[in-house]
């Protein structure tokens, strides 16, 4: 398999789905290999949502095609809204290229909850 059998699938949202959600796979022979999505918001929104690529196939300008094709969808369908998405530093320079404008800057942050809870009684 090489990167010029990719193909994007273009999922549409059914009417069984909780949220209005489309998606676009990379696939070589049927194989996924990558995948973007987006969320149709009911404010004239749309949220682009989480991007993967397969390890393999990475820096190999993979999610690039698919937000091109998410992204050419979106210019012809979707006049007068509004796209957004969270993103992170290495993807950042992609939507701003596209003319997002960059917003307030979010940090993640974890607890590993390991220690059993301890009741006092009164």
């Known amino acids: ?14 009417g069984t789905r909780q949220y209005n959600m489309h998606g676009w796979i990379a696939h070589i022979n ?33 999610y690039r095609q698919l937000w091109e094709e998410r992204w050419r969808y979106v210019r012809q369908n979707f006049d007068g ?14 939507l701003l290229e596209k003319g997002f404008t960059k917003g307030d800057t979010i ?3 974890e607890n590993n ?4 809870l301890i009741f006092v009684s009164c």
């Open 1 to 14: 398999m090489s990167i010029e059998d990719i193909q994007i699938m273009h999922l549409k949202p059914s």
């Open 30 to 62: 049927n194989n996924p290999i990558g995948h973007v999505h987006m969320l149709l918001e009911s404010n004239k929104r749309l949220k682009f949502l989480d991007a993967w690529v397969d390890e393999e196939y990475r820096r190999q300008g993979i």
């Open 81 to 94: 809204w509004t796209a957004y998405a969270w993103s992170k530093p290495a993807s950042l320079p992609l």
């Open 107 to 109: 940090t993640y942050a």
């Open 113 to 116: 909850i390991s220690q059993p």
